[in-house]
Structures are given as C-alpha cells and as structure tokens.
C-alpha cells in the first residue's frame, strides 16, 4: 500500500495541479477524476478564492459541488473528520466570494443550509460523490451544506 506520508505527499500534488489547471483561463479542471478515492471519473468541482481568516492571504481551494436550481451546493466535509475545513472556518468569515466554475468567474453570496432543505441538497451531493455516505459516517458532527449563488461574472479570479 506504501508509506502513508508518501500517499499524502502524491495527493498534495495532485491537488495543486488540480488549481494551477482551474487557475487557468477556459474549464481545464472542471472535471476532476476522484475514483481513486471511491468518486466518479467526471467529478464537478468548481475553484474557491477565500481569504486566511487570521493571515489574510488569498487561498484558491478546488471543491466538489452539484448544480442545485440556480445555485452551487458543496459540503464542508473534509473527509468525516470531526473539524470542519479551514476554507469553510475562512468562509463564515466573509460575505462576498469569487468562484470559478466551467471557464466562469464569478463575484457571489454564499448561505449555509438547514432543515429539508439540506436534507434535498445532501442527498444530491452525495449522490454525485459516494464518498459523502462515509464521510458522514465518520463524524458526529452535521457536516455544513453551502449554497453559492453567483451575482455578477467576473474577467479574473
């Protein structure tokens, strides 16, 4: 199976190839194959732009979503671990967002949601990722469901 730090090591990689692809103009990246890891070969993900809550510096963090209405919907999983992500820690912290999705860039809003409403959006994402069934195995925590909705297509993220 190999050595656990180079397993991580290889998916680091991976995972800034997958935003040096989506940074690039056009929708090279919107597609990611995750079946390595139990998804599909035609993964939708979109590229986040948030801010480090305490450095202020630009992260760019490539996530799962599933096109709900005129909406993103994406789930701060991380992997069913019992934490939530520092992208979505990063998110609550501002109300504006910059996303890319399929060559679109876009100024938006995002809102976490509950109750029915998350219950349709989870069922979605995790229908489009199999790994989500796990992950919320894996946790007692809710795992938040984000829905972006754009506002205004932007030139650059």
């Known amino acids: 199976m190999g050595d656990p730090s180079e397993l991580l090591a ?22 990611y194959d995750t079946s390595h890891i139990g998804g599909r070969v035609d993964t939708t993900t979109l590229l986040l732009k948030t801010f480090g809550r305490r450095s202020g510096k630009v992260i760019y963090v490539p996530l799962i979503y599933v096109k709900y209405g005129e909406e993103y919907a994406l789930a701060a999983s991380k992997g069913g671990a019992d934490e939530h992500p520092a ?53 007692d925590r809710l795992i938040p469901v984000l829905m972006l909705k754009p506002i205004e297509e932007l030139v650059e993220i």
């Open 87 to 139: 992208w979505y820690l990063n998110l609550t912290a501002q109300p504006d967002i910059t996303f890319k999705v399929a060559g679109k860039i876009h100024r938006g809003s995002w809102r976490e949601i509950s109750g029915e409403e998350r219950a349709a959006v989870w069922k979605a994402l995790s229908d489009h990722y199999d790994p989500y069934h796990a992950y919320e195995k894996a946790t």
């Open 10 to 31: 290889r998916e680091a990689e991976r995972m800034a190839d997958h935003v040096r692809r989506l940074l690039l103009p056009g929708d090279d990246g919107h597609h």
